[in-house]
Each structure stands twice: as C-alpha cells, then as structure tokens.
C-alpha cells in the first residue's frame, strides 16, 4: 500500500514537471518565427542618397545628379561638399561653359548660349559630358565605339556642317531620347565619318564611318526636352 503512494505521487510530480516547466529549448529561444522575422529585417534607415549607376547615367533629364530645368544655384546646393564649379567661359561660338569637377576631374560642362550668362537663379539649359564614366541606360556614351551604339539604337547617320563649324554629330535611327545629342571624336581636319559631294555645298552627310569611329561627347538639351 505505502509503495502504491510512493508510485503515485512519483508519478503526479513527473507530470507537473513536463505540463509546467517553462525551460526554454533551441527551437523556441532562437528560432522561432518573430526572432528569425526580425533577423532577416534590415535595420531601419534614413533616406538613401543615389546609387553610383544613378549618378553617372545620362538621360533624357539630365546626367548624373544634374537636371536640365534645375536652377544652377539648387545643383550648387545639391553637390555642396562634393564638387566644385568652375568658373563660366566660352566653349564654342555658340556656347559658354562652367565645368563641374570632383576630385580634380571634369565630369560634366553647365552650358547655356553666349548671349545669356547663367546666375544662381537660372534654369540649366544645357548639359553636357566627355567623362566615359557616363553613360546611358543601354551602355551608351563618351568612347564607346559608334559601331556598339548602332546596335542599341539602329542606323549611325553622320552629318556635319560647314556653317556651324563643322561639327560632326551622329543621329541614330531610334534615339534612347530626342533632346540627346551625340558628337563624334571626328574633326574638322579628321571626320570620322566617309563624305561624298554636298548638296547644298556646306551640308555633308553620310551612314559610312571608320572601324575606330567613336563618340566624343553627349550632350542634354534642357530646351528640346
């Protein structure tokens, strides 16, 4: 009788212990659904500045962080601390250009007409690059081969005039935008494009171009656009 008690109660103190005991195992501390939730959540953070392809597309709007529309004194405000702006000087007949560098290098020109200096308070008309390090979404810019962008954008057709100083500038059959502008590393002493007669006599264009043939600059047309 008295082993029949000892066995009972043996046996009512192991229940309590499994129906009671709060131990804490692997699966339930470590790996339950809330801690892995929020293991696998990033940590919170502020808003995220522009990623390097961001900066150093070209496009329809603008290239880099500058926009054509933008005033010059809000792409000031907005590169504070990371370039610096040159001073504004003639660049062609046509143009005047203020150089914006980082680190000592030229990435892109501000342009505006000859006729119309740019103040803080004025809208960026015209941007432009040299710097291969922009391109276009499709991989497109300064020293890429015309060859490579005919197969991103159709047809090269290249065309200079006499009257506009004989700049060479290519147009492609389906442009990534109409207010791009495209300029070969041709001159006027060297075209790269292969001329015939011209019709007019200072207009010359042509779909034939050397192997080597390259683009020299991009530019954004803020008045087009």
């Not at 029949?4 to 804490?24: D, I, K």
């Not at 900066?55 to 005033?71: D, F, H, P, Q, Y």
């Not at 914006?100 to 740019?118: D, H, T």
């Not at 200079?160 to 100083?165: G, I, L």
């Amino acid at each position: 009788m008295k082993s029949h008690w000892l066995l009972s109660g043996l046996l009512v103190f192991l229940a309590s212990c499994q129906t009671t005991s709060p131990t804490a195992t692997p699966s339930s501390s470590i790996l339950s659904p809330d801690t892995v939730t929020m293991k696998e959540q990033p940590a919170a953070a502020e808003t995220p500045s522009p990623s390097t392809s961001e900066t150093l597309t070209i496009s329809a709007e603008g290239i880099g962080e500058a926009r054509v529309g933008m005033t010059l004194g809000e792409l000031k405000q907005k590169l504070a601390q990371k370039a610096d702006f040159g001073e504004e000087i003639p660049l062609m007949v046509d143009f005047n250009a203020i150089a914006v560098s980082q680190n000592g290098e030229i990435q892109y020109y501000i342009l505006s007409f000859a006729s119309e200096p740019l103040t803080d308070s004025d809208p960026i008309p015209f941007l432009m690059t040299n710097n291969p390090k922009y391109l276009t979404e499709e991989g497109i810019g300064p020293s890429v081969a015309i060859a490579k962008a005919e197969k991103a954008y159709g047809k090269a057709t290249l065309n200079y005039n006499t009257d506009n100083e004989s700049r060479e500038y290519i147009q492609f059959a389906n442009p990534p935008a109409d207010n791009l502008s495209f300029r070969s590393d041709g001159s006027s002493e060297d075209f790269v494009g292969i001329y015939g007669e011209s019709t007019d006599g200072s207009y010359y264009e042509t779909t034939e171009y050397k192997e080597d043939a390259t683009i020299e600059s991009v530019m954004v047309d803020g008045v087009r656009s």
